[in-house]
């Protein structure tokens, strides 16, 4: 028996997944739409953070509030310019939302070019804040987070024309 006679039974043959769906866009109204949802809920957290940072005991969650208000009106800020990826919809992740406004607004000037700074030092007192087992934070960082969720907003909505739907109903 030579080597080159030896039959080998065909290989098995996997059928081929089917290609996903092509990734389809947001629209601009539907972009637009999710803004000022995403703004609106930036302005509760708001709202939160600053009626109990003059309480001033309960630090952590002021800064939890604070940092969220921030992180949507970010998100809210990133779908009115456009969006990110193929979807053109706001990244999942906080660290790309960060990185993405972040980008942003880096060229603006005063408080709007420094609100990407803002931003990642906010998730980094909420990290302490909410995870951290040894330390916590104190009232006099929960009353600056809010001030500067405060600022970080309203730069956004001079810059993105977002409107406050929200204050009032709270109030």
């Not at 866009?25 to 003059?54: C, G, T, V, W």
């Not at 730069?155 to 709270?170: I, R, S």
Request: aromatic share 6%; glycine share 8%; proline share 6%.
């Amino acid at each position: 028996m030579n080597r080159g006679s030896k039959k080998h039974p065909p290989k098995k043959k996997h059928v081929n997944k089917p290609r996903p769906a092509p990734v389809v866009p947001m629209s601009d109204l539907e972009r637009s739409i999710k803004a000022q949802q995403e703004f609106e809920k930036a302005m509760i957290h708001l709202i939160e953070a600053e009626r109990l940072s003059p309480w001033g005991e309960a630090p952590n969650a002021c800064i939890h509030s604070a940092y969220y208000a921030m992180h949507h009106c970010a998100s809210a800020a990133i779908l009115a310019a456009g969006g990110a990826g193929k979807r053109r919809d706001v990244p999942q992740s906080h660290e790309h939302v960060i990185e993405h406004y972040g980008k942003l607004v880096a060229g603006e000037p005063g408080v709007l070019g420094q609100s990407g700074m803002m931003l990642s030092r906010a998730r980094t007192d909420r990290m302490v804040a909410d995870y951290d087992l040894v330390r916590g934070t104190n009232k006099s960082n929960a009353a600056a987070t809010t001030a500067e969720a405060r600022k970080f907003i309203n730069a956004c909505m001079n810059k993105w024309g977002f409107y406050d739907k929200v204050t009032d109903d709270l109030d």
